[in-house]
């Protein structure tokens, strides 16, 4: 009887779990969502410094996406996970010249924010003071390096560029 409890609540657990992943966005900012990505799938909602957050895939994206919306349901910016290869140009070269052509690159990131210019990310790992680590580099569209930063844990470089 005992187990047949246990799978009876773990069951539950699982529907409410499931069940609640809307909830962690407003109606209206869900519906802003679908109307400006209707192709997306595999969307999760989580809420992150206050804002909506919805993770999702789209055809024609390389990787993962993130769509934030502020409390009154309004897009603020979108992350897309991309390739290094599908860079600006600018952005290339102004790394290269700074880093070479050899430096391991991780993540690379482009930003769109709303009424602003768009920002790229590129992780970079670098010998900084001596050590091995990771750099962020932050550049816009015409290879401008607008900010780097050592990488911190759980750290999301558009944090910075919040409103």
């Given amino acids: 009887m005992r187990k047949m409890m246990f799978v009876i609540m773990m069951f539950a657990v699982a529907v409410f779990t499931v069940g609640c992943d809307d909830d962690r966005a407003p109606k209206s900012t869900r519906n802003a969502f679908n109307a400006q990505y209707p192709s997306a799938v595999d969307v999760d909602w989580d809420k992150k410094r206050g804002y909506s957050v919805a993770e999702f895939h789209l055809s024609g994206e390389w990787g ?19 390739r290094y290869s599908d860079l600006p140009a600018a952005v290339r070269t102004s790394f290269e010249t700074e880093y070479g052509t050899q430096t391991p690159v991780g993540e690379v990131e482009r930003l769109e924010r709303n009424n602003a210019d768009t920002i790229y990310f590129i ?41």
């Fill in 64 to 82: 993962e996406c993130e769509a934030w919306y502020d409390k009154s349901g309004n897009w603020v910016m979108t992350a897309f996970d991309m």
């Fill in 123 to 163: 992780e970079a790992q670098i010998v900084f003071d001596g050590y091995l680590t990771f750099v962020n580099l932050d550049y816009s569209a015409d290879g401008t390096l607008l900010r780097t930063s050592v990488d911190v844990e759980d750290y999301e470089n558009y944090y910075y560029y919040l409103p």
